[in-house]
């Protein structure tokens, strides 16, 4: 018994055995058929199409699961099913007919079966099982025609690999490695080369544009490599706001030869406000998708200049913004700092002066979007250009432009006046003068310079700190310089000139131009003609005689206005009151034009004689009672007028005009102010008096001078003629 369980054993393991590598063969067939016809057929749409890596890896998954699903339906599934025994008899008992269901009855008896006539019945079935098997060493379930088409099949697929492979190396080396998802593209007879665009983080061929700026998109068909020119190169361009259209790209020139053989194209872009992509399609070439980024253009969105003055100025260096710098002082260094809107390349500056152009050096701050441009000391007007070179290599146009007005370090200026004498002046002259010196940068010396002749005399002015104003008024004392041992001033004759002048200098230093010298002005020259005391004193008293002469003039335009104003309330006959009532506004708006002249008038006559008296002192003329007389009678009652009276009275006389129409029945001119006029007119009478009395007091002494030179005359002559008779009386 046994021995037969084990050849039912052995026939049960063994048509298991050889299901299953059937089951496993035809998987293996119909996978590396699958798999084959796939390669093949994504061969042609890879070579057509050049689908990105993404693609492909999603078709390999597309495909990979339809290939396990229908390999699960059709012979995985059931390679991977448990093979009982029970089922293994019954496929072998439908094989062989003959053993009729002994096989299973031998399979499921239970040997130890206590019923004899069942244990009869299971032996007779095992010996009829045993039996067939022995006629049948190995027995046939599984059908090998149906296999047979799969396993020839995959042959075919597989002598086709190993051919593609065997004559094509190369191209079936590019095909693997795109299987296996790599970027790189099948071989091409026409190469598309676009050098302006580069791969960014992602991987992406990319150009980035300055907005609103005309491009031009160069392409070249690489010749070497053996490598041919396309018919036409396309463009397929998409906006990013999904508008599509299509370009044919121009070519340039000729074929080029050489190591760098190639064809040129072109195609002109308008001005892009929206990022584009760009497919370029030439023969069998495909180059893209090329992206066009639209950025903006690097500006500077603030600068501030650092302006550090010549170290001779003192000046204290300050920061401001560029656009509130008009001008900067001449030697200065300027600094500029600068804030970018994005980060930056490269600045390239430029300082223009004139036609010379000199390269500056910016420093570029680590975050790319501050810069520092050093400027060196500028001594002529120009600019400063700058243009900015953006990461993405997007310049800023047009250049930015900075102008540099220089504000050059001027002269000295210098005001001098001699005030209190003439252009005449005795030896012993007092010369008060009075100087104001200006200069932008501060003073470095100041000089007064008396001149007689070929003699000369300078006065060393104190400049200390005055900074950059000098205000002096020093005088030139004649008498006490020829006292001074140190000066040596010679005594001035009659007839002599005399000259002063100022002259000052800055603290100017040329950054340019280390040997230039300070600047040095000068003032105009005042000329003085000396004469003799009385020469002086009958000049004087000429001045005299024509200020009273103009106050004459003033006198009876004052007498005038007294007139009118008695005249203004006249009321001819048959004249209507609206015509009487203009004409007194008339007269008084004459009347406060005539106060308005006489109070300037009289102040002039007064100046006038006051300047006389400050010639007879400051020429040290002695006469103390022709002083007081001047002084006194004429100067302080003419003050007093031109100072007090009459402007008093100007007013009371335009408030009267003011009121003159709501007073119809009163004097136009009031009582008080009507005093008043008479009171001034006859002050100026008494004041024009004295300067009659002042005239023949001069008449009196001109005639006592001439008297006294007559006798001195005479005397001379007498001694002569005595010196002449005692003379000849000797010689007798």
Not at 342 to 359: E, F, M
Not at 396 to 406: D, G
Not at 536 to 561: G, H, I, K, P
Request: charged letters at 25%; one cysteine or more; aromatic letters at 4%.
């Amino acid at each position: 018994m046994p021995h037969h369980h084990n050849l039912i054993r052995y026939a049960l393991d063994t048509v298991r055995s050889r299901v299953r590598f059937a089951l496993a063969g035809e998987t293996a067939a119909r996978t590396t058929v699958a798999v084959g016809g796939f390669v093949w057929a994504w061969l042609a749409v890879d070579r057509l199409l050049e689908p990105p890596w993404w693609v492909r890896a999603a078709v390999f998954a597309l495909a990979g699961a339809l290939v396990l699903r229908w390999l699960w339906r059709h012979s995985l599934s059931a390679l991977l099913t448990r093979l009982p025994d029970s089922v293994i008899a019954a496929w072998i008992e439908r094989r062989h007919p003959e053993l009729g269901e002994s096989l299973l009855t031998a399979l499921h008896a239970d040997p130890h079966d206590p019923d004899p006539s069942h244990r009869v019945l299971v032996q007779a079935a095992e010996r009829r099982a045993e039996q067939v098997l022995l006629e049948h060493e190995e027995p046939e379930v599984v059908d090998t025609r149906r296999l047979r088409p799969w396993f020839w099949g995959a042959a075919a697929i597989l002598l086709t690999l190993v051919a593609g492979l065997a004559l094509a190396p190369d191209a079936s080396g590019v095909y693997l490695r795109r299987l296996a998802l790599s970027s790189e593209l099948w071989p091409r007879q026409v190469v598309l080369v676009a050098e302006q665009f580069t791969p960014d983080d992602n991987g992406r061929l990319v150009w980035r544009v300055p907005r609103d700026t005309p491009l031009e998109l160069n392409v070249r068909a690489d010749f070497t490599g053996g490598h041919v020119a396309p018919t036409e190169v396309q463009a397929r361009l998409r906006q990013q706001d999904g508008a599509r259209s299509r370009r044919q790209l121009a070519a340039i020139g000729e074929p080029t030869g050489g190591p760098d053989a190639h064809q040129a194209y072109r195609m002109k872009i308008d001005r892009l406000r929206q990022d584009l992509e760009v497919r370029l399609y030439g023969g069998d070439a495909r180059l893209g998708p090329l992206l066009l980024v639209v950025t903006p253009r690097p500006t500077v969105t603030s600068v501030d200049v650092e302006v550090r003055p010549p170290s001779y100025t003192s000046d204290r260096p300050y920061t401001a913004p560029a656009d509130a710098v008009d001008q900067v002082p001449e030697g200065a260094a300027l600094t500029f700092q600068a804030q970018c809107n994005k980060p930056l390349r490269k600045v390239a500056a430029t300082l223009t002066r004139g036609d010379v152009s000199t390269r500056l050096t910016a420093d570029i701050a680590a975050d790319g979007r501050r810069f520092t441009l050093m400027v060196p000391p500028v001594v002529d007007g120009g600019g400063v250009e700058i243009t900015l070179l953006d990461q993405d290599g997007i310049d800023s146009q047009p250049a930015y432009r900075f102008p540099l007005r220089v504000q050059a370090d001027t002269p000295p200026s210098i005001e001098f006046a001699v005030n209190g004498v003439g252009r005449v002046i005795t030896p012993d002259a007092i010369l008060p003068t009075d100087i104001a010196i200006d200069d932008d940068h501060g003073l470095g010396a100041a000089t007064l310079t008396l001149t007689i002749g070929d003699w000369e005399l300078p006065i060393q002015l104190p400049v200390g700190d005055v900074g950059d104003e000098l205000t002096a008024s020093p005088s030139v004392d004649l008498l006490a310089l020829r006292s001074d041992p140190a000066a040596r001033l010679p005594r001035p004759e009659p007839g002599e000139r005399l000259q002063l002048q100022v002259s000052a200098e800055d603290l100017y230093r040329s950054s340019a131009d280390p040997e230039a010298r300070p600047h040095v002005s000068t003032s105009q020259t005042e000329t003085f003609t000396v004469v003799t005391p009385e020469d002086l004193v009958a000049r004087l008293e000429e001045r005299e005689v024509n200020l009273r002469r103009t106050f004459e003039q003033t006198y009876d335009e004052a007498r005038s206005a007294e007139l009118n104003a008695a005249r203004m309330d006249d009321a001819p006959d048959g004249v209507a009151a609206d015509e009487l009532a203009r004409r007194r506004r008339l007269s008084m708006s004459r009347l406060v034009e005539q106060l308005s002249k006489l109070k300037h008038d009289v102040a002039g006559a007064g100046e006038g004689f006051r300047g006389i008296l400050e010639e007879l002192d400051n020429n040290r003329i002695q006469n103390d009672d022709l002083k007081e007389r001047i002084d006194v009678r004429i100067v302080r009652p003419l003050d007093n007028i031109s100072q007090r009276s009459l402007p008093e009275l100007e007013g009371q006389a335009r408030l009267a005009a003011k009121s003159l129409d709501d007073r119809p029945g009163e004097p136009a001119l009031p009582e008080e102010a009507s005093a008043k006029l008479r009171s001034t007119v006859a002050e100026m009478e008494s004041a024009l008096n004295e300067m009659k009395a002042v005239e023949t007091y001069n008449e009196v002494l001109a005639l006592l001078r001439g008297i006294i030179d007559d006798q001195r005359d005479l005397s001379e002559k007498t001694g002569d003629a005595r010196k002449s008779s005692l003379k000849g009386l000797l010689l007798d």
